[in-house]
């Protein structure tokens, strides 16, 4: 028997407002990590900040150039790209 797809169905707030953590420290880690690279003079420490910050920029990319983000208010606003949760593994 064929299985009919579902349709893709909107995350749950609790998922969104994790999602919404999450970014904030993520961009706050590749701020804290370029601060840190441009103080540093040794370059085993410059190569490993450098990979450090490559592994939290593709962490920051998951979200998609409409990513989840907290407004004024605390209310969230936009959605990852892609992420509804019909089409998460």
Known sequence: MASVPLAPQPLPAALLRAAVIHHRLVDAFIQLTRTELARQR????????????????????VYGPDAVVPSPAGVLTGMPTGLEAANLP
Request: no cysteine.
């Open 42 to 61: 040794d370059d085993y420490a410059r190569d490993s900040l450098n990979e450090l910050l490559d592994v939290l920029k593709a962490q920051l990319a």
